[in-house]
């Protein structure tokens, strides 16, 4: 079945550490997004990137990275985690051109302690 | 700042009623307006989308109505039905291409 895939689902973390969550798309969506999900704050952007190659900053990108080597896959790394960014990440991705809805993953969670 | 606002933090209605969620927003140079409904442990999905040359779009028991002039959207659903319950989170966005920005999600109880 088309569409995006996360990894891991769920995952927690010390402190400190590395972390990448994974995103690939199988749609051939140019653009590309990470949100955060966090209670009485809605889904907010942390980076995003409207074609291979580029990427942006969105609403809250302290503290994370992304890369776009390539259409499918846009990683998202916490270079050293805090336990603020726990929370629930989505990626999405939509077709450039015009209007169009932005297709979203599963989600991963992330616990940092 | 948030430029997109959902005021209701939770609603009710009884099955077979009207299910109407707000959202507004402060940005005038959004021009496109997504609907999404999420259950828990589950990605948001689209529901239904307007952008500001229209001011209603309708998919069958949805409806989303554009105010520019008071830089309100709302989202009918009707009848409303059990399966219905989830959150809703309203976005917009400026231009093709841009980011979207989301409010902070309605929870949407459809009481049997």
């Known amino acids: 079945i088309a569409g995006i895939t996360q990894a891991p689902t769920s995952q927690i973390l010390a402190a400190g550490r590395r972390m990448t969550l994974r995103c690939t798309q199988d749609?051939?969506?140019?653009?590309m997004y990470w949100y955060r999900q966090d209670l009485g704050l809605g889904l907010r952007l942390i980076h995003y990137?409207?074609?291979?190659?580029?990427?942006g900053k969105g609403e809250v990108p302290d503290g994370y990275s992304v890369s776009r080597a390539n259409t499918d896959d846009f990683p998202l790394t916490l270079a050293s985690a805090v336990p603020s960014q726990t929370s629930v990440y989505f990626c999405?991705?939509?077709?450039?051109?015009?209007?169009?809805?932005?297709?979203f993953g599963e989600g991963s969670r992330l616990t940092v302690l | 700042d948030q430029q997109v606002k959902q005021n209701s933090p939770s609603l009710s209605v009884q099955e077979g009623r009207i299910s109407i969620l707000n959202c507004d927003y402060t940005?005038?140079?959004?021009?496109?307006f997504l609907w999404y409904k999420k259950y828990p442990a589950e990605g948001p999905t689209f529901l239904i989308s307007?952008?500001?040359?229209?001011d209603k779009n309708e998919d069958g028991r949805f409806t989303v109505f554009l105010n520019k002039s008071a830089k309100h959207l709302s989202l009918h659903i009707v009848p409303s039905q059990p399966g219905d319950s989830a959150v809703y989170f309203c976005?917009?966005?400026?231009?093709?291409?841009?980011?979207?920005?989301f409010g902070t999600g309605t929870s949407l109880t459809v009481i049997p």
């Open positions: 940005n005038s140079m959004f021009d496109y």
């Open positions: 990137s409207n074609t291979a190659g580029t990427t």
């Open positions: 749609m051939r969506h140019n653009a």
């Open positions: 999405a991705s939509r077709a450039q051109g015009g209007t169009g809805e932005l297709f």
């Open positions: 976005a917009a966005s400026a231009g093709s291409g841009n980011q979207f920005y």
């Open positions: 307007i952008s500001s040359i229209k």
